[in-house]
């Protein structure tokens, strides 16, 4: 359906003047898991002598019965015609809500889970409401407002109100952090909702892709950004090392694009991937300029993190609640310089091995593994108390059981390796005419479902002449 619904939006300091144009009807299925936009390459409204660039949304207007006033907006809600610029929801806007409220999180920082958030939106506003409100914000990123952003938006106030509720509570939690990180690299603070699409603040989240923790950060990136993965440790599920990295990923993509736009489409498909969208559109600089050009994926992402920003900012106006937040328990880090398992601690100092695991997701199979190099340990003040009252004796427990000495030296050796395959070194291989996933697999001793996921293919179909990521 060919369909054109303009509308262009005045904003003086203290009044509006708003100026609808209607051409045509629009159709959205906002409660799809995935919402698709059509295009239409003519943006020109001849009957009204109105003409509006989609993406850089410049004015022209030969109506002299219109006056604009600095600062002046267009708000752009065409519903636009090519499936090729389809756009997919974020997997944390489909998360399974009773998972969430059945987590450790959930019943552990969280004091009341029964807030009202029926899946009816009480209030519906106007295009020009939600764009003053977005306007009205004090970010320093653009947080421009269209059909687009409309269908996130209205899709959080409306299926996802339980989602946004849990967040508003569970971020009391992490946010304290977040914010402590943006503050020491001089960052926008509005990235502290960038997690909201990424993992819905679950520091476990695994994407079908394998990006994991609450930044979502691929192996690769990971690694870069120093965060290590072997087979008992994996800091991108550490909320602190894993904001800490993002904070410098996104620095230093801003530092490459110039613009925050396209640095956070960068941070969601790759820096590659947005150069090549930059030169497919002619060069053109702007994440809306660019839109058609980006995977899907991407082409919903940043307008879900102005979604994002507007229904944490203004969720009050929609009838959303936040789940009430317990006061958080005091806790404090130890150096660990020996073989420790989670059950050497619960067991002696009398706390649940879920606690233990829940503020140290980074160890991955409840064992810290200090007798390679020093590990971090976090707990409680008053688990803290009594661990040190043991002294060593906390090691002897039960070692036997949990580090016998034939794997000792099989678990010094694991926890050296710095990723969940090899010893971590990367090797890019350039596909020759004839080679096979499998043929590239056997040269370099590594299984074919390995090669699938350190390059993301969902086939084992390859291309000569482009390149394959392995870790050895």
Not at 154 to 167: A, F, G, H, I
Not at 394 to 413: G, M, T
């Amino acid at each position: 359906m060919t369909a054109k619904y303009i509308i262009i939006l005045t904003l003086l300091q203290f009044t509006s003047t708003i100026l609808f144009a209607q051409n045509a009807e629009e159709e959205i299925d906002f409660m799809s898991d995935t919402l698709i936009t059509d295009s239409d390459d003519d943006y020109t409204n001849s009957d009204d002598s109105l003409l509006v660039d989609l993406y850089n949304l410049d004015i022209v207007t030969d109506s002299s019965s219109i006056s604009y006033n600095f600062p002046t907006y267009a708000i752009d809600c065409t519903i636009l015609d090519d499936d090729s610029i389809a756009f997919d929801l974020p997997e944390s806007m489909t998360v399974n809500i009773d998972s969430l409220l059945n987590s450790w999180y959930a019943r552990n920082l969280l004091k009341s889970l029964d807030c009202d958030t029926r899946m009816v939106n009480p209030t519906t506003f106007s295009d020009s409401i939600y764009a003053q409100r977005l306007y009205d914000m004090p970010t320093i990123m653009e947080m421009r407002y269209n059909s687009v952003v409309r269908q996130y938006i209205d899709r959080y106030s409306t299926k996802n109100r339980s989602l946004v509720s849990y967040m508003l509570g569970i971020s009391h939690y992490y946010m304290p952090m977040i914010e402590a990180a943006i503050d020491k690299y001089n960052m926008p603070h509005e990235l502290k909702y960038l997690p909201i699409i990424e993992s819905a603040l679950k520091p476990k989240a695994v994407s079908g892709a394998g990006a994991k923790g609450l930044w979502q950060f691929m192996f690769g990136t990971g690694k870069l950004y120093g965060l290590k993965s072997n087979n008992y440790i994996e800091e991108r599920f550490d909320p602190i090392k894993s904001t800490d990295a993002a904070m410098r990923y996104l620095r230093d993509l801003h530092k490459t694009f110039g613009r925050w736009d396209l640095a956070l489409a960068a941070y969601n498909c790759g820096p590659g991937r947005v150069k090549k969208a930059i030169l497919r559109s002619g060069g053109k600089q702007d994440f809306w300029d660019i839109y058609r050009y980006l995977p899907r994926e991407t082409r919903g992402y940043v307008p879900a993190f102005i979604a994002a920003n507007y229904i944490m900012t203004y969720h009050n106006e929609h009838g959303i609640c936040p789940m009430e937040p317990n006061v958080p328990v005091a806790t404090d880090t130890l150096h660990i310089t020996k073989n420790l398992h989670f059950s050497q601690i619960a067991d002696l100092c009398n706390v649940a091995i879920d606690d233990i695991r829940a503020i140290n997701p980074q160890y991955i199979r409840d064992i810290v593994p200090g007798a390679n190099e020093p590990c971090v340990l976090r707990l409680t003040n008053e688990t803290i108390t009594k661990f040190i009252e043991l002294g060593d004796s906390i090691y002897c427990y039960n070692e036997e059981k949990y580090f016998p000495r034939d794997k000792i030296e099989k678990i010094l050796k694991e926890a050296k390796s710095n990723n969940e395959w090899g010893s971590g070194d990367l090797i890019r291989h350039k596909i020759k005419s004839g080679e096979t996933l499998g043929s590239i697999a056997r040269k370099y001793r590594v299984k074919t479902s390995q090669l699938m996921k350190w390059n993301n293919l969902k086939n084992s179909k390859i291309r000569a002449g482009r390149y394959l990521k392995i870790y050895k």
